[in-house]
């Protein structure tokens, strides 16, 4: 099964719980996948609103949506966007001609998640004479997105001090986003909980803390899955992410892997 048949079954709820699992832990790790995943779901979306697809498909698809804000803003824009295409001749056949373009009309459909700031701008910049009411009436009708998080996947072994195999995590400019790290536990960790300070290395002062993080399956595998705003961060600082097990026993240090923020090439 190749990658968008197989993003398309667990969007849909087709997938068992390992393949589920398996999928997430690769969304995680792999941009490319979930920049796919952001195409994909946007189709599916289309389909749902045009009343293609079977009704326990579509329920599923939308109560999936439905259950976050980010979900709830996506589901927002493509119902604004099949609005537009219902009542488009009564906008003087702008908005008509305007997604009718290929060009407009792909990118509507990505546009479901990190793409929908690229549509806005199109809609908006795009000079055509007599069609500037057409094009306001369009980017009021779009709700702002947010956009995809930033992900840096962390080996709780890995490096802790200065070097060049320290992970990198690239920041665009402009508002900040979500960060979301993702720490894979060792298999035969028996720690049940885990509690996990974020710090700037330099200054030692502390970013975020999480007192009680649960553990995630994902692929088979426990990780810790961490979510801040890049806001919290700063160009070229170093980050030290302490982690220990809860137990019984007490608590125990397991690892305090780094990372260091850069500037994304603009």
Do not use: W
């Amino acid at each position: 099964m190749h990658d968008e048949d197989r993003l398309r079954s667990y969007l849909l709820g087709l997938l068992n719980e390992d393949q589920a699992d398996e999928i997430e832990r690769r969304l995680l790790a792999e941009g490319e996948l979930f920049e796919l995943a952001e195409a994909v779901e946007g189709d599916l979306l289309t389909a749902a609103l045009a009343g293609e697809l079977p009704s326990p498909q579509r329920g599923h698809l939308l109560r999936r949506l439905t259950a976050s804000p980010g979900g709830r803003s996506r589901l927002a824009l493509a119902r604004g966007l099949a609005v537009l295409g219902r009542d488009a001749r009564s906008l003087d056949g702008v908005s008509l001609r305007l997604l009718e373009r290929p060009a407009v009309r792909a990118a509507a459909l990505a546009a479901s998640l990190a793409l929908a700031v690229g549509v806005f701008q199109l809609v908006t910049t795009t000079a055509v004479p007599g069609t500037e009411n057409g094009a306001n009436t369009i980017a009021q009708a779009l709700p702002q997105v947010d956009p995809a998080p930033l992900l840096l996947q962390l080996a709780l072994t890995g490096v802790r001090s200065g070097g060049s195999g320290i992970p990198h995590l690239e920041i665009p400019a402009g508002a900040p986003r979500e960060v979301r790290l993702q720490l894979p536990l060792d298999p035969g960790e028996t720690s049940t909980s885990f509690e996990v300070t974020a710090r700037d290395a330099a200054t030692r002062e502390v970013v975020a803390a999480y007192p009680q993080v649960t553990a995630r399956n994902t692929g088979g595998r426990r990780s810790i899955v961490l979510s801040l705003s890049s806001g919290q961060l700063h160009s070229g600082g170093l980050y030290e992410i302490e982690v220990r097990g809860l137990g019984p026993a007490g608590d125990e240090l397991l690892g305090k892997p780094t990372f260091k923020v850069i500037a994304a090439p603009s």
